[in-house]
């Protein structure tokens, strides 16, 4: 019984519907490719849906249904991008959205049936872009994943993706805006040639395009996505001016520098299609976020190469006012204290200078190619050296070492170019201006071509024209069929990268000679002698990269063009690292690889072999050595290679061809001989990588048995002579252990009791006695009243003591007044309400007694003490209240 394999999201991504047409989209990819490579009318609905939508059949379409109108197609007009865990696809004019965490949890964590069921339903979003009406070349997302640029031909479109884009319907309606207009659309020289975003940018928001005339313009998006914030030509005076017979060499890519390099991360490389590689540097947004230790590396080289000058001149002037400008701009950053914020400085007589082109030295091998022409360039993120990798379409890609470090240089503009206000330099100018106008050729950077990697295209799909003219043959070499290749980095490893073209995808391994690079780096810097004979035994080594096909899409010249038109490298940590492909007949190709071990076990592995075991201490014992070599036994090459690459290439046809009959030519033969001797030296490797592990694990099988011989002797010694000590040992342990276990209760019980007073609400008991608190307060403000009534009348009765024992006074002259009406005051003095005028006499009063004085004394002082009893009590009761505070229900 066969068993079922675990799906996964990788092999499941095939039959995503992302990948899938419904009807409509069915013609609309149709109609575009048969407009764009033939001139048939477009097909009707009826003529291609009518054998597909017959009773029964499927509302969609797959791989299988493109066969027909993709034979027709030279160039597909699909690409894809992978940013984190989020795929855009685009499919003619349409670009499409897929979470991919979304996949595999579906997938790989609920079986197989769960799986099949999320797999057949429609699981893809729709974006709904206003300004898509051309053709879509490539898709490429800024660093933080909120931007999508999406590029034609002529018209470059930047699509603000949604926060939400996961929740929303299934067709995201999404706003865009088209760049620089004005500059591209319907312009011949200013064709899009490459799109980045610059990763140096404070918002990620500034994209730089080069069109087809060297002419880079790096556009806010933020903030004007009409006008660039900066215009930069690598061209030449020569192929600016109008002049006719000249064979002009345009743009064919561009790429930033290393970010291990503080200058690099500042520089742009150009390419052009006849090989030629540019320099500009410093280049950097309006908004530029820098390592404060990368600014303080710029400080210190700008300030020693003016402390060496002899003699300060206008441009090394304007490099230390640039130097100055940049750090006045500088501001802290909101999220990190490692980097700042700096603003561009603006030069008004100066532009950045053009460096170049590149000497290649030595100059690298020429294929039998008339017509070969160079379409991209990658610098790699290595740390010891810088390594420029240019890929041709004849299938050669030529690694380069920097022999001159990046390095800043500025030109002075000329008078009547300030007064026009362009900004074309000067330096091609050799008039030898002591000003630093000119470029002085004898200084021209370098390029030292380590190695030539050829991807074997050109020997099956290069063809031989020979023709006579005027007595003269003539040989013409050339590939049959368009080559585009595009290289792209591995975003986990910068030893390795990879280049995908038009009939497959290949990887180059730079790992074996860059790791002696390194070492010889790192030696350098901590001054050990004899660098200069390692360098020249490294370069008389000529360690090769390593060189393999991940897929190939063409095996055969007769074959069907099948080209690569997506590459990501996924390095999410959810997805794990891997490969997608995606060609231009929507067929997907997933690679998982394996991550390689971190350094610090390489380390371990490559120490000198030391004694692990000892005997006895006595002198007449040896030491025990482990019999097996250092460093431990790896991976073999014929059992896990590269990480996870394949060793023979996966065929990937288009649809519907691997079910065709098979025609016996020799093309056909002699790519069968090619695999099944690339199968058999596979097999060869594999065999012989067993043969090293059977070796190993005899070895391995007998250090065992002597360990184990060795623990025997040990631990009989071990019981022999120090098993007291293991015993007060122990007895000290289960001692320790008891203590540790008392000091654990004590901790947790004076974790309750802070638990409880910090706790939010009080127990039963707490609450009771809270009441009776209140009840308590409650006859305490109670006596408190009385008390004040009390010690009122006590006042009142002891003013009247004091006037009686006294004599003084109204009292002391024992009369009362009492009001009397007088005769006759009318006359004089009447009130408001008409009453009569009243006269106070004296009256007589009642005098006290001594005994009754000394009864109300003795009363007086009884209710004193009361007084000062309650007194006490309430003020008890108040600082007792207000140690705890406790809220009434």
Known sequence: MAVQQRPTWLNQLPSHSIFELDEQEYLEWSRINSRDNTKTSTPSASSLSAPRLGAGQKASFGLEDLQEEYQRANQGLSCMTVHRQDMYVAVGRQIRYANLSDLKSNVENNGCAAAAEYIEGKQHKILKIENIDFDIRRLITNQDGKLLAVVGDEKVVVVVLPKAIRQDAKAVQCRSFVVGEFYHINKGPSKVVKVLWHPLSQGYTHLLVMTHDSTLRMYDVGEDFDEPEQVLSFAGKWQKSSTYGLDVDHAASFCFGSKYSPWGQLAIYCLTQNGDVYMMCPIMPQNCVLKIEDLETIREQVEGKIRQSRTRSKLEDLEQKWLEDLLQSMESHPFSDEVVIVRNPDLRNAKVARQGPFLYQPAPIEPDDDDNRAYDILALETEAVGVLALAYSCGKVDICITVDPPSSRWALLSTATRKSGTYTLDDDDNDGDDDGQSEDEDHLPTLSVYETVDLGILKIFGTTNSSRTGGYSLVESRMSIPNHPVLVADSMYNDIFYIYHDTGAHYVLIKPWLDEL?????????????????????????????????????????????????????????????????????????????????????????????????????????????????????????????????????????????????????????FLNKVARGVRDSLRDVYTACDVAQQRLVAQEEEYKRQQTEVEKANERIKTSIQKKIQAQVTRQENQAELHKKLMTRVDELLRKLTEARGPELSS?????????????????????????????????????????????????????????????GERSTSRSGHQPVVYERQPVRRYGTSQLQTVESALSVEAQLLDTTMKMVSNVTSRLEVVDISKD
């Open 518 to 670: 390194t070492g010889i780096y790192e030696a350098a810097s901590q001054g050990v002698p004899g660098l200069d004979s390692r360098i020249a035994k490294f370069y008389n080594s000529k360690t090769k990269s390593t060189v393999g096909c991940i897929v190939t899409t063409r095996p055969t010249k007769t074959s069907p063009p099948a080209p690569i038109v997506g590459f990501s490298v996924v390095t999410d940590a959810y997805l794990e690292y891997s490969l997608v492909l995606l060609t231009a007949s929507l067929q997907v190709i997933g690679q998982e690889l394996m991550t390689r071990p971190k350094a610090t076990d390489a380390a371990i592995q490559s120490r000198p072999a030391q004694p692990s075991l000892t005997g006895s201490k006595d002198k007449d014992k040896e030491f025990y050595y482990c019999a097996l070599s250092l460093p431990a036994f790896g991976s073999q090459d014929g059992l896990v290679a590269l990480s996870g690459l394949p060793l023979q290439p996966k065929v990937v046809l288009p649809p519907g061809v691997g079910s065709a009959k098979i025609i016996v030519t020799e093309e056909n033969l002699q």
């Open 765 to 825: 008991a707490e609450k009771a006695w809270a009441l009776e608190v209140v009840k308590s307060e409650r006859v305490v403000r109670t006596f408190d009243e009385r008390r004040h009534k009390v010690q009122t009348q006590y006042e009142i009765l002891k003013r009247r003591m004091q006037s009686s024992l006294n004599g003084n006074g109204d009292e002391v002259s024992g009369a009362v007044i009492r009001k009397q009406p007088v005769a006759g005051a």
